[in-house]
């Protein structure tokens, strides 16, 4: 498995190799098989290899949740997915996310109607930009991406006072690589702090993405890292309940470490199309 394949599921400036099968393009029947292999059973697959790791590192089944990165895709394979109980999904880009949800919202309430069947839950999970923290906060249930103080009190600001509070993971760069957002491990027990203390806002824990790499040691060297602050800040009287960390090629490394939501796209989805905009 190559997790340099995957960084590009929570970063908007890396691409992501072809993975197959390719998925039926975005808005058309993703139930269809291609290549002989269909989304629900795609989605069975990563299911199964959350189980088995989750196993393997001795952890209790229904430990570790899967979040689908439905970046680029349609509403279609959302819906379909939603409908073999799927219900957290990932989005990295605004533009594209809000008519998506919008859509996923209208067509899951008439598919349900009469049933009582929970509601949708959407996880943003891209670089959060000062002037898109209002719509953030007005439409999605988690933000994954939070490194700045600023950004945070943003969203506490904006977030209406008829929704439940924002759930917030604090995201920790623990590559030190130029490219890549986060707070560096040793300000998160500072920043986490600060933005617990905000209204409106709920930390849940802490998100990473690594430095890719094909070898499993340093896999879960990084995710270590991670679990390791999760814990000092823990130790420090803050209920973190998240770990937001591992992808579709190192999915196995991060549930070693600790994980408690795996964030997958191309095992699901497939090759992505182009980033709208």
Not at 44 to 55: E, N, P, Q, S, T
Not at 172 to 199: F, N, Q, W, Y
Request: with cysteine; net charge neutral.
């Amino acid at each position: 498995m190559n997790a340099s394949s995957e960084e590009s599921e929570t970063r908007a400036d890396h691409k992501e190799p072809p993975v197959a099968p390719t998925p039926p393009p975005a808005g058309e029947s993703a139930t269809a098989t291609d290549g002989g292999h269909s989304l629900l059973a795609r989605h069975l697959a990563v299911l199964a290899r959350i189980r088995d790791a989750a196993r393997a590192a001795g952890r209790p089944p229904g430990s570790v949740s899967l979040l689908a990165v439905a970046k680029t895709f349609g509403a279609d394979p959302v819906l379909t997915l939603a409908g073999a109980g799927q219900r957290a999904f990932g989005e990295s880009y605004l533009q594209e996310a809000l008519p998506k949800m919008a859509a996923c919202a209208d067509r899951w309430a008439a598919r349900a109607s009469g049933r009582s069947e929970p509601p949708l839950e959407w996880h943003f999970i891209g670089p959060v930009q000062s002037n898109k923290t209002r719509p953030i906060a007005e439409h999605f249930d988690w933000v994954h991406s939070v490194d700045r103080e600023k950004i945070a009190a943003r969203l506490s600001e904006q977030r209406p006072d008829g929704l439940p509070p924002l759930s917030v993971c604090l995201q920790l760069d623990v590559s030190g690589e130029a490219t890549k957002s986060g707070c560096a491990p040793a300000d998160a027990p500072a920043l986490a702090r600060a933005i617990a203390a905000l209204p409106r806002l709920r930390l849940r824990g802490l998100m990473a993405i690594p430095a890719p790499t094909d070898d499993p040691a340093l896999q879960r060297a990084q995710f270590s890292r991670v679990r390791a602050v999760f814990d000092e800040i823990r130790a420090r009287g803050l209920p973190l309940d998240t770990l937001s960390m591992g992808m579709s090629g190192d999915l196995e490394s991060a549930i070693a470490e600790g994980a408690t939501l795996v964030r997958v796209g191309a095992a699901l989805f497939g090759a992505r199309s182009r980033r709208p905009g």
